[in-house]
T-cell receptor
Framework: GEDVEQSLFLSVREGDSSVINCTYT??????LYWYKQEPGAGLQLLTY?????DMKQDQRLTVLLNKKDKHLSLRIADTQTGDSAIYFC???????????FGKGTRLHILP | KAGVTQTPRYLIKTRGQQVTLSCSPISGHRSVSWYQQTPGQGLQFLFE???????NKGNFPGRFSGRQFSNSRSEMNVSTLELGDSALYLC?????????????FGQGTRLTVV
């Protein structure tokens, strides 16, 4: 079945890089997404990658996709206090177009 | 351009009641999806509407239903509320709901069932 797994917590020092990892099970996934949720807010799409890409970079964000291992990662360079949030990995399956979310990784920034 | 608007923001209901939540998508967007977010289960897909038709459905019981109007506004209804229905209900709108199209989320309706 469809499943997206990610670790629940990550602590990083301000200024360091954060790497949030995600694994998924559906090999027919076409798009993979990273969303950010700040307290009391809805979800904000940070970036997405199409399944035939290995890497996508957007300013401080780098997404790496290993399709063979069904592993997706989000690297945030020079992590700032404003990056403190819950980050959700999500996949969209080709066969039914549904978006399946992981349970989210809470990123905590240490001073 | 106004964002996705969900009303009400907060709601308290008692078990057995029914509730209707509303979502107004971004102007021009035709796809509206609904999600339930709980601490234990995370974000779970409820259903997606496109041009007034339910295009996709998650694994929720029939107590959860929805509809979409000709102006793309969508409502979801939960009947015979249970304590476990307490959650943040999020709505997302996109132009056409297709893969690379960005989905914009509303701030959600926090439903508490007592």
């Amino acid at each position: 079945g469809e499943d997206v797994e990610q670790s629940l917590f990550l602590s990083v020092r301000e200024g360091d890089s954060s790497v949030i990892n995600c694994t998924y099970t559906d090999s027919s996934s076409t798009y993979l997404y990273w969303y950010k949720q700040e307290p009391g807010a809805g979800l904000q799409l940070l970036t997405y990658i199409f399944s035939n890409m290995d890497m996508k970079q957007d300013q401080r964000l780098t997404v790496l996709l290993n399709k063979k291992d069904k592993h997706l990662s989000l690297r945030i360079a020079d992590t700032q206090t404003g990056d403190s949030a819950i980050y959700f990995c999500a996949e969209r399956a080709e066969r039914d177009d549904k978006i399946i979310f992981g349970k989210g990784t809470r990123l905590h920034i240490l001073p | 351009k106004a964002g996705v608007t969900q009303t009400p923001r907060y709601l308290i209901k008692t078990r057995g009641q029914q509730v209707t939540l509303s979502c107004s998508p971004i102007s021009g967007h035709r796809s509206v999806s609904w999600y339930q977010q709980t601490p234990g289960q995370g974000l779970q897909f409820l259903f997606e509407y496109f041009s007034e038709t339910q295009r996709n459905k998650g694994n929720f019981p029939g107590r959860f239903s929805g509809r979409q109007f000709s102006n793309s506004r969508s409502e979801m209804n939960v009947s015979t509320l249970e304590l476990g229905d307490s959650a943040l209900y999020l709505c997302a709108s996109s132009l056409d709901g297709q893969g690379g199209t960005e989905a914009f989320f509303g701030q959600g309706t926090r439903l508490t069932v007592v």
